[in-house]
């Protein structure tokens, strides 16, 4: 099983701040490997995919990168609707796909 | 627009079954995969299987095989989940999600259902 870690855990900040969510593969996903956004009671939605391949119709303040086993969704001056849960899944083994435990990004 | 619209809650004895339905409209159902995807209170997401709607093949996790069977229905474009033999642990939201490649079983998921509790308690 790829474990999949994300930090911080909690990330506090302020509105127009730029933010930097991490996740570490524990082995190589390749590009394998994609971000969600989660608000509270809703479906999570896709950011990113591919590690760097923002899905349709998310702002271009979302970004991400990496490759292998270290990711990074950065979020580059955060809008008061960006305060929510993010979590990372990889989809490359195909045994099981797997999502990381989620970095909550809340309001300083 | 693409939707996937899910059954209701349910509420369920510890060893009953639960069966819920993903009722897929705005694309051809045959032509994308379907997995499973639980969220305890509180907690993360956990993968739990995917299927194929074009032919039927599935893929489950390790951890529910034997408990957990997925179908579709393509003439009515509905993915169904049933988890037998529930226990309080399995108390959780039940998302179903598309995959965004056409080529399955490994993908990410561009569109999500709206999610079904299912809650297991004596």
Known sequence: EIVLTQSPATLSLSPGERATLSCRA??????????????????????????????????????????????????????????????????????????????????? | QVQLVQ?????????????????????????????????????????????SAYNGNTNYAQKLQGRVTMTTDTSTSTAYMELRSLRSDDTAVYYCARDRLITGPLSDFDYWGQGTLVTVSS
């Not at chain 1, 809008?79 to 970095?103: H, K, M």
């Not at chain 2, 349910?10 to 409209?25: T, W």
């Open chain 1, 26 to 108: 524990s082995q190589s996903v390749s590009s394998y490997l994609a971000w969600y956004q989660q608000k509270p009671g809703q479906a999570p939605r896709l950011l990113i995919y591919d590690a760097s391949n923002r899905a349709t119709g998310i702002p271009a303040r979302f970004s991400g990168s990496g490759s292998g086993t270290d990711f990074t969704l950065t979020i580059s001056s955060l809008e008061p609707e960006d305060f929510a849960v993010y979590y990372c899944q990889q989809r490359s083994n195909w045994l099981l796909i797997t999502f990381g435990q989620g970095t909550r990004l809340e309001i300083k």
């Open chain 2, 7 to 51: 059954s209701g809650a349910e509420v369920k004895k510890p060893g009953a079954s639960v069966k819920v339905s993903c009722k897929a409209s705005g694309y051809t159902f045959t032509s994308y995969g379907i997995s499973w995807v639980r969220q305890a209170p509180g907690q993360g997401l956990e993968w739990m299987g995917w299927i």
